[in-house]
């Protein structure tokens, strides 16, 4: 198979670690600080978790650790959307268990959880290994979005564990696969199994993350390749003083990616979806927002400018939120009815006399195009799928309409044209920057020690990442710290919690002081493509969301 | 203002120049080869270009130039759309103006053409040049698409240079604005003016080149920002296996993007604008070959692949063709009659009263959503905009249909879902690769050399561009041997002739022999991100394009 000269390159990159981590094995050893709590509903967490529940974080020091050279049987799995460095946890994983001893397995579970219930793995050799090094994808070994829910997903994931005489499984995820992997080590030590899990914090998204977990991996690499292409189209925008482009961007629920790309691009608007929410702001509030600017733009700056928009707006603006709940509801309610209309007329005529008065007035007031993708893209169980709603022509057909009227107002002179785009799989599996493939390699080979030190139930951490490599802290966080109980599907369950965007966090405020500056002048910044090699402040500089929120 | 740290640093890079360029100026002089004939139509043109057709090929060598040091007065303009290295053109005519003599002057003309024509200009200083050197995009003076065209404007453009003592006017563009620059120059020797006239062969689209100009500036780069996405896009479908990613590409005409992004990322399949017309492919015919390949891979490799779209395929599919031609003809000849009609069935029903049944048959074969584009975008000329018809998303649809007849039929048991993108203008203005800040500022200071010279009515020309910059060679070609003449709005007009890819050139060639490899299998190349810095191969890599059609 040929490979690219920047893949061959990146086969040679030696990733940064902490100094702990450069030790001789037998001298790493565990630290206990203070027993944990959850972040809320202790009482239920604890009696669903009875042996996991409560334990202290763990830090890695120096002393000794005559254990660590056990032969060992190590599973892995990937769990959910691709982020880039995901290869790279397993490389740290991997070198830290051959390190430990030579004759210890690594084995990667196929397509995600499914392969651990169906016992589908590969066994990870150097050279499978070697070929993936610093690479983007997950496509070493796939991923997949099984959940490991029922007793008999648990009973035959516990089974494939036996057979293969499995020490520990480490299972890289986001917040759903971390609560999956506590639920299953809880049930392991239920059953008086030997197999540890240990999990590791994976989203680009960016909202797995508290106190002890200060980022998620991939969202480095993603929130600098989606900016360098904001850059690119902000510099297109100034040159040409043609289009305003509307630029939607991946990130499921929380706004990270956008407010990170927002500090990293300085383009004129970017919607906050936590903001939004906390406003109550309908729709046409936001229409009404972006059209002052474009109208203070156009007397001033021109015709010109660029807007980011986070991917789950819609589920923010409490109009729409209502309206989607309601379609859920009735479409799935009278599915059969439903599903023989034919033409959007009869959909939107059913629609009237089964939606809330003010629900169909939203519906109504929705450009055609748009309206019909609420009906159209359903997941298998019914529902809207919010991330194939054009939220970014939405705002681009709201606006063009508001503009008109204000044409005729006399409050606009411009010349609006617009241009959209929507930026997600163009950043999930990049090379990973130099952070995320430093940072990934240090959370891998700290799972290894968390594994070697007997834990389970624990999220590999690494920490003090504003610092140089050198002086992160390794450690592992109980991940029954991090959860609370919340309603899903009609009862209540024990999950992660998300980390949404804070409007009294650093960044938000940062974005806050500056937005009317950025909103009228033309203030863009050009961040062009992440470099992997040059000087410091190029190649190994961390996202702003990351600097702001730990600046001392 | 703040920058970001890439273009600090990008501030610092020293523009790599043909040996020739780094002696002192005065010991470069010019050498004049055999006289030229144009490449078709030669009486015709001989006749429009009294005093500057047919001038001799250029090449500087060393030997005496006594004039270099002359004070001048000298106009640059952008015109047209963005192409990465812009800047560094401006940048290298700036040094060599500079260098020949402190006193002499550059100016800016702002917004393009236009700017020569209404006199609106900057002077060039250290200052500007500096905060723009190396950097993407055309904001430094902006660009438009103004064309020179009427005896007013023609008059006007003289009275600014007239005004404005200048020696020589500078025109970066592609083929449209060097036939601009050929007509300008030759008008100016009319007239007895001193003004020489300077083109440089720039578009990202690749169509500007000949024996004499391997490739226009702004190409590489373009590409190589493609090339990152889809590549991260195909690690993304190899990671999820989950969906067909439909990628158009733009670039206007010619397909060279598409094939030589595809020969960058291998991705499934690349459709090739030039082959579909030389093989008088229908729609028909394209949507049953991508269909057969998703049904083969179903198979063997997965539901998921990339499939890239040049963006003026559309045009060049017979049956698609004779429809906007049609479309053009009928709408605008009863415009009145059909700009009354609101509803898409009025239209519709219009148009089957109004198209020949063969273009009608086509037009009611596109899904409604395409077909309304066809109608609805139209140009001030009431004209298709075809770059506007999302290609990628009608051929998506097409795909979708005919595979749910091959499942009924038995002859696909696969699961389809597409997902479908476009890259423009994530490329145009990204900061100009190595390749593309080297070779621009070379072309920039090897106009000023033909200024320098006394020559008018050249294209500056940089060649061997495959050996290290210091191997390449420096010269000038005059813009009427490039030239033949075209039926243009009823008349034929004197034009460079664009140059399509080649159906028996090297680049094709290779993705023809690799093509149904490529098709099947998973042979996918991730380029990653355009690197300004690290190993050789990484930062300083030539485009497959150029490499294939000039191996030795």
Redesign the interface.
């Known amino acids: 198979?040929?490979?690219?000269?920047?893949?061959?390159?990146?086969y040679e990159y030696q990733p940064k670690v902490p100094a702990i981590l450069t030790e001789k094995l037998d001298n790493i050893a565990i630290e206990f600080g203070k027993a944990t709590e959850s972040v809320a509903d202790q009482a239920d967490l604890k009696s669903l978790f009875k042996n996991t529940y409560g334990k202290p974080l763990a830090t890695f020091k120096k002393g000794a650790n005559p254990d660590v050279s056990k032969q060992l049987n190590v599973g892995i799995i990937l769990s959910g959307?691709?982020a880039p460095g995901g290869h790279n946890v397993i490389a740290g994983l991997y070198d830290g268990v051959k390190k430990g001893n030579k004759n210890s397995k690594l084995y990667g579970f196929l397509g995600g959880p499914s392969g651990l219930i169906e016992g589908q793995y590969v066994e990870i050799t150097d050279e499978l290994m070697d070929a993936y090094r610093n690479?983007?994808?997950?496509?070493i070994i796939?991923?997949g979005r099984t959940k490991i829910e029922t007793p008999e997903q648990y009973a035959a994931s516990m089974e494939t564990a036996k057979k293969m005489d499995l020490d520990a499984i480490v299972i890289i995820g986001g917040d759903d696969s971390n609560t999956n992997a506590a639920l299953l080590a809880e049930k392991f030590v239920e059953a008086g199994a030997k197999t540890r899990v240990i999990g590791c914090p994976k989203t680009i998204d960016g909202d797995l993350k508290n106190e002890m977990i200060e980022t998620s991996f991939g969202f480095d690499t993603a929130c600098k390749?989606y900016s360098?292409?904001i850059?690119?189209?902000e510099?297109?925008a100034?040159?040409?003083?043609k289009?305003w482009?509307f630029i939607k961007l991946m990130g499921r629920s929380a706004s990270h990616i956008a407010l990170e790309c927002e500090l990293?691009t300085?383009a004129n608007y970017c919607l906050i979806s936590e903001e939004v929410e906390a406003k109550k702001m309908t729709l046409r509030q936001i229409t009404d927002d972006l059209c002052k600017i474009i109208a203070k733009r156009a007397e001033t700056a021109g015709n010109f400018g660029v807007i980011l928009i986070p991917e789950g707006l819609v589920e923010f603006i409490p109009e729409m939120k209502t309206l989607i709940a309601e379609l859920n509801d009735k479409m799935a309610l009278k599915a059969d009815e439903f599903n023989k209309l034919v033409s959007f007329a009869e959909k939107k005529d059913w629609l009237k006399a089964n939606l809330s008065a003010a629900s169909y007035e939203t519906f109504a007031s929705l450009p055609e195009?748009i309206a019909a993708q609420f009906l159209a893209d359903r997941d298998p169980h019914g529902n809207v799928q919010v991330s194939r709603i054009d939220t970014e022509k939405l705002l681009a057909m709201m606006v063009e309409g508001r503009l008109a009227e204000m044409k005729k107002e006399g409050t606009y002179k411009g010349k609006f044209s617009s241009?959209c785009?929507f930026f997600g799989?163009?950043?999930?599996?990049?090379?990973p920057s130099n952070f995320d493939a430093d940072y990934c390699y240090s959370l891998g080979f700290t799972a290894f020690l968390l594994i070697a030190s007997g834990v389970t139930g624990y999220l590999s951490s690494v920490r003090n990442l504003t610092a140089p490599a050198a002086e992160w802290l390794a450690g592992g966080v109980p991940l029954t710290m991090m959860m609370n109980m919340e309603q899903r599907h009609g009862s209540k369950k024990p999950v992660i919690k998300k980390a949404l965007v804070e409007l009294d966090g650093e960044p938000f405020k940062k974005y806050a002081a500056n937005r009317d500056k950025w909103a009228v002048n033309t203030?863009f910044?050009?961040?062009?493509?992440?470099?992997?090699?040059?000087?410091d402040?190029?190649?190994n500089?961390t996202t702003k969301t990351l600097q702001l929120e730990h600046q001392k």
Do not use: W
Request: neutral net charge; contains cysteine; glycine residues 14%.
């Open positions: 198979m040929s490979i690219s000269a920047l893949q061959k390159a990146r959307g691709q690479t983007g994808g997950f496509d796939g991923s390749t360098e292409l850059g690119n189209i510099r297109d100034n040159s040409a003083k289009y482009h990293q300085q195009s241009y785009h799989y163009e950043g999930r599996c990049a090379f203030d910044l050009f961040p062009g493509a992440i470099q992997y090699y040059g000087p402040a190029v190649c500089a």
